[in-house]
T-cell receptor, first 112, second 111 residues
Framework: DAMVIQNPRYQVTQFGKPVTLSCSQT?????MYWYQQKSSQAPKLLFH???????NEADTPDNFQSRRPNTSFCFLDIRSPGLGDAAMYLC???????????FGPGTRLTVL | EDQVTQSPEALRLQEGESSSLNCSYT??????LFWYRQDPGKGPEFLFT???AGEEKEKERLKATLTKKESFLHITAPKPEDSATYLC????????????FGQGTRLTINP
């Protein structure tokens, strides 16, 4: 089945220790998104790629970066995680900007 | 600024007790309104897209409707497995590059 896959499902890191979260898709969609969702809050868009074109939301901290080496994969790098970065990180894909976004299962990040 | 407000924040029903969830929006140029279901610890699962006022979509016990200012998610004779958080999101504006989500309604169906 075509899907959005995120690895790992759970990630524990230490304060200030860089961490990378992975997302892959078999849908061959052009757009890939990264959202941050804190407990009982709405998902908040961090950035997205349309193909290789990167768009950063204005309020996304510099601590967060992303890479998309090919159509299938997209990575979220957190350079120096703080306690406030503990959250669920969701990857989503869509064929284009006006199409439905399909979400992966998420990665739960814990910062100690 | 585009805004989405969902009510109630939480709703507890008995199995078989029908009800409706509300999503009110204030946007410039609605391109689409989306409903998602999210189970604890999982990513949102797509349910419906609505594009214009008067449109309705149905899936099993769920029915989504849209007016110019709000959308309703009607749940008929719910079962315990319908317990989840239901998220509403809008896509608006020229570029329509992002979804703006509401806070969600946490629905609990008691057997």
């Amino acid at each position: 089945d075509a899907m959005v896959i995120q690895n790992p499902r759970y990630q524990v890191t230490q304060f200030g220790k860089p961490v990378t979260l992975s997302c892959s898709q078999t849908l061959n969609h052009n757009v890939m998104y990264w959202y941050q969702q804190k407990s009982s809050q709405a998902p908040k868009l961090l950035f997205h790629y349309y193909d290789k074109d990167f768009n950063n939301e204005a309020d996304t901290p510099d601590n967060f970066q992303s890479r998309r080496p090919n159509t299938s994969f997209c990575f979220l790098d957190i350079r120096s995680p703080g306690l406030g970065d503990a959250a669920m990180y969701l990857c989503a894909t869509s064929r284009d900007f006006l199409s439905v976004q399909f979400f992966g299962p998420g990665t739960r990040l814990t910062v100690l | 600024e585009d805004q989405v407000t969902q009510s109630p924040e939480a709703l507890r029903l008995q199995e078989g007790e029908s009800s409706s969830l509300n999503c009110s929006y204030t946007v410039s140029g609605l391109r689409g309104l989306f409903w998602y279901r999210q189970d604890p610890g999982k990513g949102p699962e797509f349910l419906f897209t609505l594009y214009s006022a008067g449109e309705e979509k149905e899936k099993e016990r769920l029915k989504a409707t849209l007016t110019k200012k709000e959308s309703f998610l009607h749940i008929t004779a719910p079962k315990p497995e319908d317990s989840a958080t239901y998220l509403c999101a809008v896509q608006a504006g020229k570029g329509a590059q992002k979804l703006v989500f509401g806070q969600g309604t946490r629905l609990t169906i008691n057997p």
